[in-house]
């Protein structure tokens, strides 16, 4: 397996207490795979990203427990020159908000040669040229004669395409997309998505999609993993999901989504909203908002994710689910 993260924990001390933002998360990718990491804001998704890539900001935060594993050596047992050298040469992030992530001063052509002239040790010229390469291959217009453009002279599309381009630059094995189609219209999101499955194809790298939107997800990702309140509730093959999801959190966000066979019916919701982490609730986490809740959701320990059979008693395509009623939502 290219990248592993097992039961990775990370803390942040706050005033209101200790967050666990990260509590116990397990996921896995190999090369030419696509998973989608789903689930409302603040279930932990990003901060999981930014423990792989080793920038949380610390303090707060802190990681208490768990591995992570690239070609099976721990991530975190590397020196910070180690992950220095595998940050954006192995492993690459493309981050939400382009405008913030992109120096506002330097060019976008400076921006990617800085990529070459840092890891490659390239002249000004040749990473010049380079850029120029790379801007072409996100498709940006016209891009040897906007190299020396700035980021606020580029749409929301083109500057996240030219993040998109920044992380392929050293072809990493790995690239972690968080959130790469936020506040883009829909035409836009269909672009940078085809995009990305696209040069994933091309390049044979592994791509993890950090987002809450499912539909987004529905034709790129080869699995997906769910996550509540800083846990997987869920792991899935994408089409086995969408078919018969096996939590009622994943069928709660499947049920939100606007289907044209529903013209004219109220939009379902999540009733509540997600809890604060410095509170979260016993038992299982989502038992305040879930319709199916009893009492042993509410007194039990939190439920572990278990293995999911289908209705003849066989595997269901190797998933897993935290719930203790699985098989009602399953077999809905």
Same mark, same amino acid.
């Given at each position: 397996m290219l990248l592993e993260v097992q039961d990775l924990r990370v803390e942040f001390d706050t005033r209101d207490g200790v967050v666990r933002a990260v509590d116990g998360v397990s996921y896995a990718v190999d090369a030419g795979e696509t998973l989608a990491v789903l689930g409302e804001?603040? #279930?932990?998704?990003?901060?999981?990203?930014?423990?792989? +890539?080793?920038?949380?900001? #610390?303090?707060?935060?802190? $990681?208490?427990? &768990?591995? $992570?594993?690239?070609? &099976?050596?721990?991530?975190? %047992?590397m020196s910070e020159e180690q992950r220095r050298r595998i940050r954006g040469d192995k492993i690459a992030m493309i981050?939400?908000?382009?405008?913030?992530?992109l120096n506002p001063v330097l060019s976008v052509g400076f921006q990617l040669g800085e990529m070459f002239?840092?890891?490659r040790g390239m002249s000004? =010229?040749?990473? =010049? %040229? =380079?850029a120029v390469e790379l801007m072409d291959r996100v498709r940006i217009p016209a891009a040897r004669e906007r190299v020396d453009d700035?980021?606020?002279?580029?749409? &929301? &599309? +083109?500057?996240? =395409? $030219? +993040?998109? %381009?920044?992380?392929l630059a050293l072809e990493p094995d790995v690239i972690i997309a968080d959130e790469p189609t936020t506040a883009l219209d829909v035409t836009v999101q269909a672009q940078v998505m085809d995009l990305l499955a696209e040069l994933r194809r091309d390049l044979g790298m592994a791509l993890v999609l950090i987002t809450h939107d499912l539909g987004?997800?529905?034709?790129?990702?080869?699995? $997906?993993?769910v996550m509540y309140a800083g846990r997987i509730v869920e792991n899935a093959p994408v089409h086995e999901l969408y078919k018969r999801p096996a939590h009622p959190y994943t069928r709660g966000l499947l049920d939100s989504i606007p289907r044209l066979d529903h013209k004219g019916r109220e939009l379902y919701a999540i009733k509540g909203l997600p809890p604060t982490l410095t509170a979260i609730p016993a038992g299982c986490a989502f038992n305040p908002r879930c319709p199916a809740a009893r009492e042993m959701c509410r007194e039990d320990p939190v439920p572990p994710l278990v293995r999911v059979t289908g209705p003849e008693g066989g595997q269901g395509g190797g998933r897993? #689910?935290?719930?203790?009623?699985?098989k009602e939502t399953f077999g809905a």
């Open positions: 804001s603040g #279930s932990g998704k990003s901060v999981t990203a930014q423990a792989v +890539m080793g920038i949380l900001d #610390s303090p707060p935060a802190r $990681i208490t427990g &768990g591995r $992570i594993l690239f070609r &099976g050596e721990d991530v975190l %047992a981050f939400q908000d382009a405008l913030s992530a002239r840092v890891h000004r =010229r040749d990473a =010049r %040229a =380079r700035y980021p606020h002279q580029f749409s &929301g &599309g +083109m500057r996240q =395409r $030219i +993040m998109i %381009a920044m992380a987004v997800v529905a034709g790129v990702a080869d699995k $997906i993993a897993t #689910s935290a719930c203790h009623f699985w």
